[in-house]
């Protein structure tokens, strides 16, 4: 059985597709294949297929392990950029997993030799968790213009590419318990549609966010130096945008943070933006004992030997507000949603207290006017009911 390029390619995200054809296509240059998918049905009949295409994969590895160069207009070499650590796993799984799918299966053990040289030789390098304490510490140590996106990914488990194309006005809802971000299927890695929340202390942190996404918006446009700093180099964003900034940028801004907290390793970054995505799969898989929910949360598909329980969308907002306790990053912001909580208390109360009044003054108006009281001599009409409502 054999899958086609473009049937592989068919369900990917937009990104996702571009770096997987590229690779296909490097892959197939750089092993001076002339027809990909010929060489594919050829390897399934051959029954040494998996170790040519193993051969094959490690050739195309230590292509992209060799930094690019840049030259000049007479061709001398002007500088050397490396490759970056996620372009190249990228690069690598899309092809992995294009001969997988056509059952050239490659064991994780070989997989992981293609990196030897490199610090994401293992699961790794994506980043370790937050523990609760440098998660904490991090968000502390943050710019006011970093921690908005920060806590969306601590208390959400999505992805900063995701994170970064969300519409304020379309797909945030702040003002439901809890608060709502509505992820449209083009903006998700798997290409579907997907609804995540955010903490309480994470909605009291972008309400004051979106009153002043005006003044960022302005300074992102006429990128003036603060913005470029904040920014970066990028084009004007539109001005749906919840998060106007650049992903290299807030990256840049947690490496400085965790490498100012000591949080390095000797000069080895663990923690990096995949960890914010790491982290909440740990608190609320492992501390919160939550795995489905975490997985349905963060978008995971189902996998082999990891098969997760679709809960359905009308009971993920309570499940949430039974884990968010885990997700709180500050004191500050325990305090704040127990106030939210005692008032939202209060207001249920008067409310209830307000009903009772209602039914009563109904109850009353009902008697008097159907005669139930005739020695009263009273006549109503409809109109009188806030004199009745006064009078008790």
Do not use: C
């Not at 002043?212 to 964003?237: C, D, Q, W």
């Not at 990891?306 to 993920?316: D, F, G, Q, R, V």
Request: glycine fraction near 6%; proline fraction near 5%.
């Amino acid at each position: 059985m054999y899958m086609t390029k473009s049937a592989f390619l068919k369900n990917k995200s937009a990104s996702t597709k571009a770096s997987y054809e590229r690779s296909l296509k490097e892959f197939a240059e750089v092993n001076e294949i002339p027809d990909l998918e010929t060489y594919i049905k050829g390897l399934q009949k051959d029954p040494e297929g998996v170790d040519i295409f193993f051969k094959h994969l490690t050739k195309y590895a230590e292509f992209i392990n060799v930094p690019r160069t840049v030259k000049d207009k007479k061709g001398k070499i002007i500088k050397t950029i490396p490759w970056q650590e996620n372009t190249i796993s990228s690069r690598l799984t899309g092809i992995r997993s294009y001969a997988a799918i056509n059952n050239l299966h490659i064991p994780k053990e070989f997989y992981n030799t293609l990196f030897d040289k490199k610090d994401y030789a293992n699961d790794d390098y994506e980043g370790k968790p937050f523990s609760v304490d440098q998660a904490r510490a991090v968000y502390a140590a943050l710019s006011p213009l970093m921690k908005p996106l920060y806590i969306t990914l601590y208390t959400s488990g999505m992805r900063v590419g995701e994170a970064l194309k969300i519409k304020w006005k379309d797909d945030v809802h702040l003002d439901e318990t809890p608060a709502r971000i509505v992820l449209p299927a083009g903006i998700t890695k798997t290409n579907k549609k997907r609804t995540v929340f955010i903490s309480q202390e994470a909605a009291i942190v972008l309400r004051e966010w979106i009153e002043n996404l005006p003044k960022y918006r302005r300074m992102a446009t006429k990128k003036s130096a603060g913005a470029k700093k904040i920014f970066g180099e990028v084009k004007p964003r539109s001005n749906e945008l919840l998060f106007p900034m650049a992903s290299t940028n807030f990256r840049h801004a947690l490496n400085a943070a965790t490498k100012e907290l000591g949080f390095n390793n000797g000069g080895r970054r663990e923690l990096k933006v995949h960890s914010l995505r790491k982290s909440f799969r740990q608190i609320v898989g492992t501390d919160a004992k939550q795995i489905d929910l975490a997985e349905n949360l963060m978008g995971h598909q189902s996998e082999l030997g990891k098969a997760y329980a679709t809960i359905p969308e009308e009971k993920l907002p309570g499940l949430y507000l039974k884990i968010e306790p885990y997700l709180m990053l500050t004191d500050a912001g325990k305090t704040a949603v127990k106030i939210h909580d005692d008032e939202v208390s209060q207001l249920r109360a008067e409310l209830a207290s307000a009903m009772k009044k209602v039914a009563l003054i109904s109850e009353i108006y009902d008697k008097l006017t159907t005669g139930k009281y005739p020695d009263l001599n009273l006549k109503l009409n409809k109109g009188d009911i806030p004199e009745l409502e006064s009078s008790l």
